[in-house]
């Protein structure tokens, strides 16, 4: 337990920040065509009409345009530390303009980029690299990153544990058969044979129950994160939510350690493009 706590996470901030900088602008790009439905106080009543929201609100592509220029920035690592708050701070508003639109991801990445911001993610990957040894503050910010991920799954294990659709075992069906072509899909006879479905469910559960302890168990680490993101991505396949998912698998990368990452690439010589 020691070992994961302790060990240098140096290699994957930059990855991390290139590749969020990359999804928010493409999702910023995907809902540029709907500003005339975000930004009409007839069509979105949870638009702000006052304050500075609601001064950006009423010049949405000027918003939209500073948006996408502190991402850009923000991928290139220009601006370092400043430009990260930035992008939490336009992402913050950017929630405020789509409430009905927020899913989980988005909660959870609203925690992330906050306390991003204090995480040196300039060692590479960045026009600026940063030098020297990896700061308190930055570390700090990296385990914060870490817990508020273990909490998500031992909450979302709990309130499945206690749900009776999931006890019944009829969740995991229900979930899948709400979206398009369900019955075309090639899960459709795993998800339609009862027994097959409630074990399913109550094999999610399990794994959500041990995501901590199985995490944290250097043996069983890489398996666990392997089996979770397989998981993902069939979801994202199924139901097309490749926001929320790319949010969740990414998180996956701050608890491997760099022992890790060297052993995922095989040789240290795969890792040059990531020297610090």
């Known amino acids: 337990m020691k070992e994961f706590w302790t060990a240098e996470r140096r290699l994957y901030a930059p990855v991390f920040r290139v590749a969020i900088g990359l999804i928010l602008l493409i999702d910023l790009l995907t809902t540029f065509p709907s500003i ?10 949870f ?29 290139f690592g220009i601006g370092k530390h400043f ?21 989980w991801g988005d909660k959870i990445l609203r925690f992330t980029l906050l306390y991003f911001v204090f ?28 817990l508020h991920l273990f909490l998500i799954y031992g909450n979302n294990a709990f309130f499945k544990a206690i749900n009776r659709d999931w006890q ?7 979930s899948f058969s709400q979206y398009p072509n369900f019955k075309e899909s090639i899960f459709y006879p795993i998800i339609s044979n009862g027994s097959l479905s409630k074990w399913i469910g109550y094999l999610v559960i399990l794994l959500q129950l041990s995501f901590v302890p199985l995490t944290i168990w250097r043996k069983t680490r890489l398996a666990l994160l392997m089996v979770s993101t397989l998981l993902h991505v069939v979801m994202m396949f199924q139901f097309g939510l490749w926001k929320f998912e790319w949010i969740v698998i990414l998180h996956y990368g701050f608890v491997l350690t760099d022992e890790d990452w060297k052993r995922i690439f095989g040789s240290k010589t795969s890792l040059k493009f990531l020297k610090t």
């Open 168 to 174: 019944l075992g009829h969740a995991v069906f229900y």
């Open 119 to 146: 995480v040196d993610s300039f060692r590479c990957l960045s026009a600026h690299r940063s030098t020297g040894t990896l700061g308190l503050l930055s570390k700090l910010a990296l385990m914060s990153i870490i």
């Open 36 to 45: 005339s439905f975000l930004f009409q106080p007839e069509l979105n009543s």
């Open 47 to 75: 638009l702000p009409l006052h304050g500075v929201l609601g001064f950006l609100a009423k010049y949405p592509f000027v918003f939209f345009g500073l948006y996408a220029s502190t991402l850009l920035l923000f991928i």
């Open 83 to 103: 430009v990260s708050f930035l992008v939490f701070v336009f992402y913050f508003f950017m929630l405020q303009f789509s409430i009905p639109f927020v899913t």
